[in-house]
């Protein structure tokens, strides 16, 4: 007989001296604590809930920067800015007026607002809109001096271009806020917001090359700030464009 086989009689006879015929067990059923590395048993996973993505919070602007307490503009600003003409009404976070001096003698004209406008609701706080702020200082210009805007006043997904429906419902707004500000000069910025505003579809070369008007209003043509961002050589060009509007100022 083995030694094991002994044992295991051994424990037997002892168990039947102490219990019995009948097998009994007081004791407890959990693992013991001193379980070994090769029999610990992985703990059970417990699934936790997925977690609740947090609504991105709309950022609150000061009003103040988009009208600058005029009341024309202020009045249109709450008239206007619950529009849901067009889809984008549904997916904006903010709805971009545009921001500066109501009276400006300057206004500049972007394409839509991006992603930090729309949390923001300013037009032209982002990248590109440090790049602007950089141009019109090179004029010795600051932004609450100058109005700017665009020709969406919300954001189209992914940054894609506007669509001619959103555009024909957008733009009468841009025209009456062009009207009650009354720049002497205009300046679109990128091939979009020139090309809409001036009902032509030029490239952009052929429509930097001249003066146009738009609504009897003399306005330039240069490249989108972002562009410029993407293509730093084209910024002395950029330059050149806007040295066309020191025949309206001195800067
Ligand atoms: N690009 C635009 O055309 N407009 C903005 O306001 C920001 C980025």
């Avoid at 030694?3 to 424990?11: H, M, P």
């Avoid at 000061?62 to 024309?72: F, K, R, V, Y």
């Avoid at 500000?181 to 090359?209: C, N, T």
């Avoid at 002395?236 to 800067?251: C, I, R, V």
Wanted: net charge positive.
């Amino acid at each position: 007989m083995n030694e094991t086989f002994k044992d295991i009689q051994e424990y037997f006879n002892w168990y039947k001296t102490v219990y019995g015929d009948s097998l009994r067990f007081d004791g407890d059923l959990s693992l013991p604590e001193r379980t070994i590395a090769s029999e610990k048993v992985n703990p059970v996973k417990i699934a936790q809930p997925e977690p609740v993505a947090e609504p991105v919070k709309k950022l609150r602007f000061d009003e103040n920067l988009i009208h600058q307490n005029n009341l024309q503009l202020k009045k249109f600003y709450h008239e206007i800015n619950n529009c849901e003409k067009c889809a984008l009404g549904k997916t904006r976070q903010n709805f971009v007026f545009g921001m500066g001096n109501p009276t400006a003698d300057l206004m500049f004209i972007g394409e839509a607002p991006g992603q930090e406008e729309d949390l923001k609701g300013l037009p032209f706080v982002g990248r590109a809109g440090q790049l602007l702020d950089k141009m019109l200082f090179a004029m010795k210009l600051k932004r609450d001096e100058v109005y700017i805007a665009n020709i969406l006043k919300c954001r189209p997904p992914n940054n894609r271009d506007p669509l001619p429906d959103e555009v024909s419902k957008c733009e009468p707004y841009l025209k009456k806020q062009i009207e009650m500000i009354g720049p002497k000069v205009i300046v679109a910025l990128g091939r979009i917001s020139a090309q809409v505003l001036l009902k032509k579809s030029d490239p952009l070369s052929a429509l930097r090359r001249d003066t146009h008007y738009y609504e009897k209003i003399p306005f330039i043509v240069t490249y989108h700030p972002a562009a410029l961002l993407r293509n730093p050589r084209w910024k002395s060009n950029a330059w050149d464009d806007l040295q066309k509007l020191k025949s309206f100022f001195s800067f």
